[in-house]
């Protein structure tokens, strides 16, 4: 039987982080700071030059000015979810093992911060679990960093938002701070609605290795 490898990514040792969880092969963080940086900061020159020998590698000025927009696109999107308090972002791409044609999915999993009112835990799970109108399959469940909570969403965008029309499904799961004044929400995105079972097996892998203290501090 082998072992899965895990890659311990840098941002664990980061004195400023605030859960720590393992993110499944397959998934691509976003890096927020380089996107979305201040013009002449050197996280915005950083992505210049990442991007300079794609747009010299474009077969035409049309090629470039498209690639061009796609990018300000997605930065405006991902200020959009920062916006909401949106603090890490990645894009997935996995193999649809179910499909006989072999194709690929494509998901986007983010975390993001909302206040709460000071509340214990355990009361503020229960608070999410009663007031997530429009959600289903909600479940309340101890999970090793504590209580959460998980539910799912289907959302249908209209023509005027310029969005595709196909459902959305989310699978959220709301996991109380232990300093009971915010939690943390774990979101799956995907198009790929028939595969509901499979997404809510990966979000709750996900959830399942989050912790609220540096887990190598811990250990040693």
Request: hydrophobic residues 45%; contains cysteine.
């Amino acid at each position: 039987m082998t072992t899965p490898r895990i890659l311990v990514h840098e941002s664990v040792t980061d004195a400023q982080a605030e859960l720590w969880f393992a993110e499944p092969v397959g998934f691509m963080p976003m890096p927020l700071n380089s996107l979305l940086a201040e013009p002449g900061s050197s996280d915005a020159e950083a992505m210049r030059e990442a991007v300079a020998p794609l747009l010299e590698a474009a077969p035409s000025e049309l090629a470039r000015q498209r690639f061009i927009a796609q990018v300000a696109l997605g930065q405006r999107m991902l200020g959009a979810l920062c916006g909401y308090g949106t603090v890490h972002c990645s894009v997935g791409l996995h193999r649809d093992d179910i499909d006989p044609t072999g194709g690929h999915v494509l998901s986007l999993f983010t975390i993001s911060w909302r206040d709460t009112n000071v509340a214990p835990r355990g009361v503020t799970a229960a608070r999410t679990a009663t007031s997530a109108a429009g959600h289903t399959h909600i479940a309340f469940e101890e999970l090793p960093c504590g209580p959460a909570v998980l539910s799912e969403t289907t959302l249908r965008y209209t023509a005027e938002t310029g969005l595709p029309s196909l459902p959305l499904l989310q699978i959220h799961a709301h996991l109380p701070h232990p300093d009971c004044k915010r939690l943390a929400v774990f979101t799956v995105s995907a198009v790929a609605v028939s595969r509901r079972e499979e997404y809510r097996a990966l979000l709750r892998g996900i959830v399942e290795t989050v912790r609220f203290e540096d887990p190598l501090r811990v250990a040693a």
